[in-house]
């Protein structure tokens, strides 16, 4: 579970991981391919994305100006 919700930190994570997914990746022809750690990164990555993606809307909503209304 992520804990911070900050863009800057969501971003510096997301960087980490591709980071590691890149350096995984370099050795995908090598037999000592480590599959698990390549699937957990992907997962790590996925719920960074997601959380992302949440903290954007919220900002999006709040970003938005109130509907106005007419009375009378």
Do not use: W
């Not at 510096?12 to 995908?28: D, G, K, P």
């Not at 997962?43 to 809307?57: H, N, S, V």
């Amino acid at each position: 579970m992520i804990l911070k919700y900050s863009k800057e930190s969501l971003c510096e994570q997301m960087s980490i991981v591709r980071q590691a997914l890149y350096e995984i990746s370099i050795t995908l022809e090598n037999k000592e391919r480590d599959n698990e750690k390549i699937l957990n990164l992907s997962r790590e990555m996925d719920e960074l994305i997601l959380e992302y993606m949440k903290f954007g809307k919220v900002i999006l909503y709040f970003n938005k100006k109130p509907p106005h209304y007419k009375i009378g």
